[in-house]
């Protein structure tokens, strides 16, 4: 048995030349977005690091294999999946060898992009600390993962419909660098402020890049978390995204919404709720995210 990792052709070249690659993740495909906005999203996204001088590389699994960069062709396939697998660390091999599509987590984006060779990945936000894990035990793969695997993941902060002051401790615990981008405050996904001051500050993503890489230079195990907050004219205010993630939770639980179905419930329910406001902050949120992997990505590209 060899290791199914299938790279796009523009992928494999970058990498070859050392030309600056961004990973993104395909959950947000799946899971986070709905038909045909999903795809119409992906592709924005994929453009906007074009624009920024890097390589796209959506990440997912179809046909036995881990596909580094999709065509067109693959992001209709995974957009209209309606039962793609959504895979962390726990279920990647298994999602591998079952043959099914499936979606790969922060989690796995990061997994398979160090399997690429591939520094920087953008998201929209990570997962974390759910409300109420102190019973529930319910914590993102995401947050051990960024404890380990050495990429850089730029996110808006963590998902607002998490207990952000834990998901963070959890990060501290780990020794992740959380990094937020131009400000003092972590953002908080929809909102450019969370109350939370941020443990580390870079301006620049040039400071970004240099830490990456002194990073590798140290052995230290792990990546880094740059918080990018969303832009101004983007934002919704905790104020007034608040209420409608309470609302969503107590949605959630009683209807005892559980494990991996309970982000793209809350996701779907504050759609609804904002009456479509969220989503449209989630597809900005992302491309801003996207400009910024790309700048760093080729800061790195640069010191290597």
């Known amino acids: 048995m060899t290791l199914p990792l299938i790279l796009q052709a523009s992928v494999e070249e970058a990498l070859a030349n050392g030309t600056p690659v961004v990973a993104l993740e395909s959950t947000i495909i799946t899971h986070g977005m709905p038909y045909p906005q999903n795809v119409e999203m992906a592709r924005a996204v994929e453009d906007t690091i074009r624009a920024g001088g890097a390589v796209p590389a959506t990440i997912a699994i179809m046909n036995g294999a881990i596909h580094i960069g999709l065509d067109d062709e693959d992001l209709e396939i995974l957009g209209q999946t309606p039962d793609a697998m959504k895979l962390s660390r726990a279920d990647l091999a298994v999602g591998i060898t079952s043959g099914r599509v499936g979606a790969t987590t922060v989690a796995a984006t990061m997994i398979c992009a160090q399997l ?41 902060g963590a998902k607002a419909i998490l207990d952000l002051p834990k998901t963070f401790e959890v990060l501290e615990t780990m020794g992740v660098p959380v990094i937020a981008y131009g400000q003092d405050e972590l953002p908080a996904f929809w909102s450019r402020q969370s109350g939370l001051k941020a443990p580390l500050r870079m301006d620049t993503a040039a400071q970004i890049a240099n830490a990456h890489v002194m990073r590798g230079l140290l052995g230290l195990p792990g990546g880094q978390l740059v918080a990018n907050p969303i832009p101004e004219e983007h934002e919704i205010a905790q104020t007034e995204i608040g209420p409608a993630i309470e609302a969503a939770l107590r949605d959630a639980e009683d209807q005892g919404i559980a494990a991996k179905e309970v982000t793209p419930f809350l996701l779907d ?24 992997a790309a700048e760093i990505a080729g800061e790195i590209a640069r010191l290597r």
């Not at 997962?127 to 109420?132: A, E, T, Y």
Request: charged share 20%; glycine share 12%.
């Open 116 to 156: 690429a060779g591939i520094d920087v990945f953008a998201t929209g936000g990570i997962g974390g600390v759910h409300r109420g894990a102190e019973t529930s035990f319910d914590i993102s793969a995401d947050l051990p993962e960024l404890g380990q695997t050495a990429v850089t993941v730029v996110a808006a």
């Open 269 to 292: 329910r504050i759609f609804t709720l904002t009456e479509g406001r969220s989503l449209r902050s989630n597809i900005e949120l992302v491309l801003n995210n996207a400009r910024l």
